[in-house]
C-alpha cells in the first residue's frame, strides 16, 4: 500500500510540534516521548486508504447527514454509511476523541469547555461526533491533545495506574498496544512503538 509520509518526514512532524507534545504531556502528567513514539508510528503507516476514509466520511455528512443508507450489510452500506474515521497525525476516532475528552473530566485532567466544547461530549450524538470529526481532521494541535489524553486513558486501563516513572517495558507496551487495539495482550502494534520510543529516549538523551 502506498505510504504518505516517509520516517524523515514524520520526524519533521514531530519536531515541528514537539513544543505542543511537550507543553501538552507536562500539563497531562506523561512523558512526551510516549506521544512522540505514538505519533511516529501512527504517522508512517497512514496510505493512500487513509484519505479515502476521510473523504467518504466528509462526502456521508454532504449528502446525507449522517442518516443510515439502507444497503443491507455489505460493503457498499459500510462505504455510504461511513459516520467516522481515524483522522490526522494521531488516527483518532472522533468517537475515541470523546471517550478521551470525558476520561480528561473524571480525572480531572481538563474539562470539555477547556477543549472546545459547550457541555460533555456524547459519543452516542451523530452530529456532535461529526462536529469533533471535523475539528481532528483540520486542527493538528487538537489531534494531538486529544491522541495524549487517548494515550494516558489507555495506559490506566492497561495497568491499572499511570506512574509513568515505574512503568516496567510491559507496561508501556501494553499502553501503546490498547491505544491501537482494544486487546488484553501485547501486538506487534506495542513492540513496534516500544522501539520508537527507546529511540526517542536516545535521541534525547544524546541531546542534552
Known amino acids: 500500500m502506498l505510504k504518505l509520509y516517509s520516517p524523515e518526514r514524520a520526524d519533521r512532524i514531530i519536531r515541528r510540534y514537539s513544543g505542543h507534545i511537550e507543553a501538552v504531556s507536562r500539563r497531562y502528567g506523561i512523558p512526551p516521548v510516549y506521544m512522540k513514539a505514538v505519533l511516529y508510528k501512527e504517522i508512517i503507516a497512514i496510505d493512500i486508504l487513509d484519505p479515502v476514509a476521510d473523504l467518504l466520511v466528509a462526502l456521508n455528512w454532504l449528502f446525507r447527514r449522517g442518516r443510515p443508507f439502507r444497503a443491507g450489510k455489505g460493503l457498499l452500506s459500510r462505504i455510504l454509511n461511513k459516520t467516522d474515521s481515524s483522522t490526522g497525525y494521531a488516527q483518532i476516532f472522533a468517537r475515541v476523541g470523546i471517550g478521551a475528552v470525558n476520561y480528561a473530566a ?53 495497568n491499572g495506574h499511570t506512574d509513568f516513572a515505574r512503568y516496567t517495558p510491559e507496561e508501556t507496551k501494553r499502553a501503546f498496544t490498547r491505544y491501537n487495539a482494544d486487546v488484553r495482550h501485547v501486538t506487534p502494534y506495542g513492540e513496534e512503538t516500544y522501539g520508537y520510543y527507546l529511540g526517542f529516549l536516545d535521541r534525547g538523551s544524546s541531546e542534552q
Not at 127 to 138: D, E
Open 106 to 158: 473524571r480525572r480531572g485532567l481538563d474539562t470539555p469547555e477547556a477543549l472546545g466544547f459547550d457541555k460533555d461530549p456524547d459519543s452516542g450524538d451523530p452530529a456532535q461526533v461529526h462536529a469533533l470529526w471535523r475539528r481532528l481532521l483540520h486542527d493538528r494541535k487538537l489531534n494531538i491533545t486529544l491522541g495524549v489524553l487517548n494515550l494516558i486513558a489507555a495506559a490506566e486501563e492497561m
